[in-house]
């Protein structure tokens, strides 16, 4: 018979909870050292107003909604931006963007009692309001930004952008020391970030707007 000796085990496990605690001080005292505001994400986007702009193409609506791109962690970021219209406020930059649309959302609740492998007519209207999607023509030539910590830029986009079937999203990366060399020929795969933002991020009265144009 195999008998366990309580006494090791004990002294083991205080070992162990000594050299976990010092550790999460250290934890938080990181995540302290990248985020400048911690009640917000380390990059976010800020609302600011909607109203009249100008149109970068016939099929646009002439209503926009104006917004800044905050970066608030401790490290620059890089966005690709182009020009914009002459009569465009004095900071904005014409952001980089990808309109998307929203993943379907199949609710479990609207399905009971139906057969199985049935969808709510609610699922097919989350699959195909899509189709209604605008455009957003990426223009080839961009040039990169820089974010500074704390910093924030404008930018505008039609109030069409955003809708209850789709997104944008806004791609960035961090500025960090290049390598001196060639790549690592077993190395591979880069970093993919951007910040998502949608109807429902907007301002409640905002939204109101938007359904009324």
Known sequence: MIRIHPRPILYFLALLSLAVIPLLPQTRGTIKQFVLDPDKFFVYVRFDHIGPGAQRSDDEPPMRI??????????PIIVTANGVPDES?????????????????????????????????TDLDDNTGAAGMPRNDLIDVMSGITVEPGEA?????PV?????????????????????CCRDEKTGGQPVMAVDYGLYDLPPQAQKQISTK
């Open 89 to 121: 406020p004095k900071d904005e930059v014409g952001l980089r963007y990808r309109i998307v649309a929203n993943p379907p959302v199949f609710g479990l609740p609207h399905l009971i009692g139906k057969p199985s492998g049935e969808k709510d007519q």
């Open 153 to 157: 830029i404008l930018f505008s986009m």
């Open 66 to 75: 104006w917004l800044h791109l905050v970066n608030n962690c401790h490290v």
């Open 160 to 180: 069409n952008h955003v809708g209850t079937h789709w997104h944008v999203e806004i791609p960035f990366e961090f500025e960090v020391p290049r390598g001196k």
